[in-house]
């Protein structure tokens, strides 16, 4: 077996992994109702989107993967938003718990004011650390 490391896979590699476990999953579960979720805030006068929310849902499960403001944008309530409706679209979709990590310059105050525990965290050597966060949803 010939093993490599890439920073760029092939569309038709990542396909294949996806189905093998989409395929496991279901033998598993009985289910595979992955989806990707994507709240989108755009900008009123020219309609352009300027951040959001991308996660998806899995298993009962809300994974947020990114959230992003640009910082014209940040402590305005429009990232509660986002969140607020990433969770209610992921209640919608059965879910019942959130998770998501951020990094400790990052927004894990901003979290935790919206409800969101922290869970773990993995310091790294330049003192910046992976801050790991849930939340019961619903």
């Known amino acids: 077996m010939d093993i490599f490391v890439t ?5 038709e590699h990542i396909e294949l992994i996806d189905a093998g476990l989409d395929e496991y999953n279901l ?4 289910v595979v109702d992955h989806r ?9 006068d020219t309609g352009e ?11 009962g499960l809300l994974f947020v993967e990114l959230l992003y ?10 990232g509660a938003q986002l969140l607020a409706a990433a969770e209610r679209e ?16 990052q927004a894990p105050d901003f979290y935790v004011k919206q ?10 050597d330049n003192g910046i ?4 966060l849930s939340k019961t949803l619903g």
């Open 49 to 59: 989107v300027v951040g959001g929310l991308i996660g998806r849902t899995s298993l």
């Open 27 to 30: 033998a598993q579960a009985g």
């Open 69 to 78: 403001l640009p910082a014209e944008y940040r402590g305005t309530g429009l």
């Open 36 to 44: 990707k979720l994507a709240v989108l805030a755009r900008a009123p």
């Open 115 to 124: 409800g969101w525990q922290v869970f773990g965290e993995v310091p790294t």
């Open 129 to 132: 650390s992976r801050v790991f």
């Open 90 to 105: 992921a209640v919608n979709r059965g879910c019942r718990t959130g998770v998501l990590y951020t990094i400790s310059f």
């Open 7 to 11: 920073d760029s896979p092939e569309r």
